[in-house]
């Protein structure tokens, strides 16, 4: 049984069929990073600082599967 290696740069998301998802612990906002973004594809997820951007509160990442975030996107 082999284990695929978890993504440790933004490129590395697609491939693996996943996407990041940051939530605003303080107004609830929610947004997609967009890991095609020329300036984000080859930095490391780990370590990475996330902020609101309307209200600038810190941002809680999270990953999931694509699909899973287009479902939550039609609604």
């Not at 997820?45 to 600038?56: N, T």
Request: charged content about 25%.
């Amino acid at each position: 049984m082999t284990q695929t290696a978890p993504p440790r740069t933004f490129a590395d998301l697609e491939p693996a069929g996943l996407e990041m998802a940051v939530t605003c612990q303080k107004c609830g906002h929610w947004a997609v990073i967009d890991d095609k973004a020329p300036k984000l594809r080859n930095q490391r997820i780990a370590g990475r600082r996330y902020r609101c951007a309307q209200c600038g509160a810190i941002g809680l990442p999270s990953l999931g599967t694509r699909r899973l975030a287009k479902r939550l996107a039609e609604r």
